[in-house]
Nanobody
Framework: QVRLVQSGGGLVQAGGSLRLSCQAS????????MNWYRQVPMKQRELVANITSSGSTNYANSVKSRFTVSRDNARNTVYLQMASLEPEDTAVYYC?????????WGQGTQVTVSS
């Protein structure tokens, strides 16, 4: 059974930093591309960043140079380090993996950035 358990997030002032974590189980983690999405009400879920099994990373233009995605294969954990946060980054953030032809999501973590 695939499980993605998220931690981190919360309330921060603009310009601040936060780190999200997502620990995976039930999936061959070191071979998986791990994704971070975010969603605000009335909008589609947006891909924020991902990291492949080889460590290659991709970022949405809106977060490039501010967010860093990384992984620790020994801990089956992917991280999203968010810096220089802006009110527009306020959203629920989700960890995601596609495995065995299915999408799996973390429980979601609220990130709120106050101006």
């Amino acid at each position: 059974q695939v499980r993605l358990v998220q931690s981190g997030g919360g309330l921060v002032q603009a310009g601040g930093s936060l780190r999200l974590s997502c620990q995976a189980s039930g999936v061959p983690f070191k071979f998986a591309t791990m994704n971070w999405y975010r969603q605000v009400p009335m909008k589609q879920r947006e891909l924020v960043a991902n990291i492949t099994s080889s460590g290659s990373t991709n970022y949405a233009n809106s977060v490039k140079s501010r967010f860093t995605v990384s992984r620790d294969n020994a801990r089956n954990t992917v991280y999203l380090q968010m810096a220089s946060l802006e009110p527009e980054d306020t959203a629920v953030y989700y960890c995601h993996v596609f495995s065995r032809t299915r999408d799996f999501w973390g429980q979601g973590t609220q990130v709120t950035v106050s101006s």
